[in-house]
Nanobody
Framework: QVQLVESGGGLVQPGGSLRLSCVASRITFSLYTMGWYRQTPGKQRELVASIIRDGSTNSADFVKGRFTISRDNTKNTVYLQMNSLKPEDTAVYYC?????????WGKGTLVTVSS
C-alpha cells in the first residue's frame, strides 16, 4: 500500500520558519511529480508548490520568495521549507504524489501561525 507520511507541522510565531517533510513508500519516487497543497476549513485544497522529476519547481504566487520545495530521490522525501510565515499560512498541509495514471495523498500535517 502506498504511503505518504508528512511531518514537521506545528505552532510557529509570525515571521518564523518550519520545514515540512513527506516520506513516500511503495512508489518509484523519482518518477513522480511531488507537491504540497494546503487546505483551511470551508475552502478548497490549493497548490502551494510542486517539483517534477528533473527538479524543476512551481509555486503559488502567495508563497513565492518565502517557501521552497525540494526533493531527495535517495530518501524518497520531498520537503517544504517555509520562511516568513504569516497567520494566513495557517492550514493543513498535504503531500501529493502524481504521475500519469496515479495520484496519492498523505493525511496532512497542521501548521498554525499565531502569536
Amino acid at each position: 500500500q502506498v504511503q505518504l507520511v508528512e511531518s514537521g507541522g506545528g505552532l510557529v510565531q509570525p515571521g518564523g520558519s518550519l520545514r515540512l517533510s513527506c516520506v513516500a513508500s511503495r512508489i518509484t519516487f523519482s518518477l513522480y511529480t511531488m507537491g504540497w497543497y494546503r487546505q483551511t476549513p470551508g475552502k478548497q485544497r490549493e497548490l502551494v508548490a510542486s517539483i517534477i522529476r528533473d527538479g524543476s519547481t512551481n509555486s503559488a504566487d502567495f508563497v513565492k520568495g518565502r517557501f521552497t520545495i525540494s526533493r531527495d530521490n535517495t530518501k524518497n522525501t520531498v520537503y517544504l521549507q517555509m520562511n516568513s510565515l504569516k497567520p494566513e499560512d495557517t492550514a493543513v498541509y498535504y503531500c501529493n504524489a502524481n504521475s500519469i495514471n496515479r495520484n496519492y495523498w498523505g493525511k496532512g500535517t497542521l501548521v498554525t501561525v499565531s502569536s
